[in-house]
Nanobody
Framework: QVQLVESGGGSVQAGGSLRLSCAASGTIFSVDNMSWYRQAPGKQRELVAG???????NYVDSVKGRFTISRDNAKNTVYLQMDSLKPEDTAIYYC????????????????WGQGTQVTVSS
């Protein structure tokens, strides 16, 4: 059983900062790609940022230069530092992780966190 537990959401004014954390726990052999998605009301869920096990990152254009994704492999934790926040960043943010589990063989499963609300007021 693997769980992703997120923390760090909240409400801030435009221009402010928040830092999201997501920790994977359970019977884990290794964690491959880790990502942050977001879903605003009435919109589809979109990929915000991703990071692979080697530290290579990618971002959606709208957050480049403002958000930074990082990870601590020893803690199976991914972070999203969000600076210069804008009202259009308001959404529920979800953590996603590709987790390898060993049971008689290696198996790769995709897990989601429960989501954390980020609200940016103008």
């Amino acid at each position: 059983q693997v769980q992703l537990v997120e923390s760090g959401g909240g409400s801030v004014q435009a221009g402010g900062s928040l830092r999201l954390s997501c920790a994977a726990s359970g019977t884990i052999f290794s964690v491959d790609n880790m990502s942050w998605y977001r879903q605003a009301p009435g919109k589809q869920r979109e990929l915000v940022a991703g990071i692979d096990s080697g530290g290579s990152t990618n971002y959606v254009d709208s957050v480049k230069g403002r958000f930074t994704i990082s990870r601590d492999n020893a803690k199976n934790t991914v972070y999203l530092q969000m600076d210069s926040l804008k009202p259009e960043d308001t959404a529920i943010y979800y953590c996603n992780a590709a987790v390898q589990i060993y049971f008689r063989d290696f198996h790769l499963y995709n897990y989601w966190g429960q989501g954390t609300q980020v609200t940016v007021s103008s």
